[in-house]
């Protein structure tokens, strides 16, 4: 093997470095995807947390802490010499019936120079494999050497395609798994349910799976049959898995944003579903061991302060804790003063007032035992992108309290504390495609300001342009939180915890997985410096 650049190359797979928790396996087409990507999975080890397939690439991404960074790149450029073609296991065949009625199925065959009938037959005739998934949960791009056509998206995008609508866009067919903007081209509907977040695999389409479209003539269900759904974009209103589940919280008024929040959720990146969870994890964790309760339980994420809540005057007399810790502001218990980072009593129908913070971006209500919202593959996390998880939090929202209770609440705790600084230094990782750029030394050299345009999804920079040395399109590729994107326009994005699975643009660099947490408290006008750490490109040659 050898190393061009920062890629180590051997037996036809370039690995790139990912930042200091993924690897970014590169092959030549689609159908090196394939194989490379069922070899990984049939040959996974300990610490392998996410195997994600794209057009030209398989992330990669590891448990530094059980597998180390040199260990896994060694293990994915074996991947094609160490398993046998025999050895691996069969794809499941997956039957999705479809009836041809899609809006555009008459005009695209004219744009093709067919017919309706032939189109359709060939759609269904063909053997589809699903290459990956991404732009939303459950969303597979399928693909199949028996399909002919190059299809073109449509000029202007719909702002509502329908859940279970069977489309084609390029060379590939897909069906959505709920309602969601889109360009491609409606050919049919299916009733097969594509996403369901309650089971033990949600996805009903996952890389590696061969697809046959099976023509009906109704949208109802065969017996036994599950119907498609749509995955509402909000939950229901009832925050709690039960109506008061054992104490309430009622939200007054929720801010410019608020939201339940975990540690997030793992290892289903492969299924199209982002990490999200906390965008300060380490600071929820802290107002959680104030309380004695669980490091994983959920709390409200709060953005730039305005939320007010009341503890529900019918509440049981038994004693509740609540802290406070991340951002910086006001903070009051009817009328009186409070300090962050310390545990409080709640009275029932005491209301809690948060003002606008003077530092940081966002502070993280815990209480003792944590909030008990449902849980959604392994998570209580609101995706505020895909629509997962409660929804955002309104005025009349009642939180209920669970049951993660650790530990007694600390009776004095020493750990040092102050609001969050106004100035970031920010360390990152070498990305995979740092290639593309004439110099990636503006990244370092600059000052850095958060723009206006900053959310979970993402935070985007101000700053000079990064010039590129390689214009061409690149193909999608898997996506982590801290990844820093560069647009065509040059200013840089780094994705947060709801940030998409899958994206085009290149990564010039990745934020360490600790200096993510700094990331959750930038504001717009925050300043921010990047500095390199490791040599996460090095490996064996």
Request: hydrophobic residues 45%.
């Amino acid at each position: 093997m050898v190393t061009h650049g920062d890629a180590v190359i051997g037996g036809g797979i370039r690995v790139r470095p990912f930042g200091e928790r993924a690897l970014l396996a590169e092959v030549d087409d689609l159908e090196a995807v394939l194989a490379l990507h069922a070899r990984l999975v049939a040959t996974r080890r300990p610490g392998i947390v996410d195997l994600v397939p794209a057009a030209q690439t398989v992330l990669v991404v590891i448990d530094p802490t059980v597998m180390p960074l040199a260990s896994a790149r060694t293990w994915v450029l074996s991947a094609r010499t160490d398993v046998a073609q025999g050895a691996l296991p069969p794809a499941r065949t997956v039957e999705v019936p479809v009836v041809y009625d899609g809006e555009d199925l008459h005009a695209l065959a004219a744009e093709l120079g067919i017919g309706v009938a032939q189109l359709t037959a060939r759609h269904a005739a063909a053997d589809w494999t699903v290459a990956f998934t991404g732009f939303a949960p459950g969303f597979g791009y399928l693909v199949s050497a028996d399909w002919p056509y190059d299809v073109p998206r449509r000029a202007r995008p719909r702002p509502r395609v329908p859940a279970g609508a069977v489309a084609l866009a390029g060379r590939f067919s897909g069906a959505y798994p709920r309602s969601t903007p889109g360009g491609w081209q409606l050919i049919g509907t299916t009733p097969a349910v594509l996403f369901d977040p309650d089971a033990a695999s949600p996805a009903l389409l996952r890389p590696g799976d061969h697809v046959r479209f099976v023509p009906t003539t109704t949208t109802t269900p065969a017996a036994g049959r599950p119907v498609a759904v749509d995955i509402p974009a909000a939950a229901p209103r009832a925050v709690s898995p039960s109506s008061r589940a054992r104490d309430g919280i009622v939200v007054c008024a929720p801010g410019p944003a608020a939201t339940v929040q975990d540690q997030g959720r793992r290892g289903v990146l492969a299924d199209g579903v982002a990490l999200s969870g906390a965008a300060d994890r380490a600071a929820l964790r802290v107002a959680n061991r104030l309380v004695g309760t669980a490091a994983t339980a959920a709390g409200v994420e709060i953005t730039m302060g305005g939320f007010r809540a009341v503890r529900d005057a019918a509440a049981s007399a038994e004693e509740l804790w609540f802290a406070l810790a991340g951002a910086w502001g006001t903070m009051r218990l009817d009328g009186r003063p409070l300090d962050p980072y310390v545990a409080h009593p709640w009275p029932a129908g005491a209301e809690l007032e948060i003002d606008t913070f003077t530092h940081g971006a966002r502070a993280y209500l815990a209480v003792r035992g944590g909030v008990a919202a449902r849980s959604l593959l392994g998570s209580r996390a609101t995706d505020t992108l895909a629509g997962l998880g409660p929804a955002p939090l309104a005025a009349g929202d009642v939180l209920g309290v669970g049951s993660d209770v650790v530990a007694p609440v600390p009776a004095l705790d020493v750990r040092p504390w102050g609001p969050p600084a106004s100035e970031l230094e920010i360390a990152v990782a070498p990305g995979p495609r740092a290639d593309r750029f004439t110099t990636v030394e503006p990244l370092f050299a600059e000052v850095w300001t958060v723009s206006t345009q900053a959310d979970r999804v993402g935070i985007r920079l101000e700053g000079p342009a990064l010039e590129r040395a390689d214009v061409s399109e690149l193909t999608s590729e898997g996506m982590l939180p801290g990844a820093i994107q560069v647009p065509p326009d040059g200013h840089p994005v780094i994705l947060g915890p709801d940030g998409p699975v899958t994206g085009g643009y290149p990564v010039v660099a990745v934020v360490t997985d600790a200096d993510r947490d700094l990331l959750g408290q930038a504001r717009p006008g925050t300043r921010l410096r990047f500095r390199r750490v490791g040599a996460a490109s090095s490996g064996p040659s």
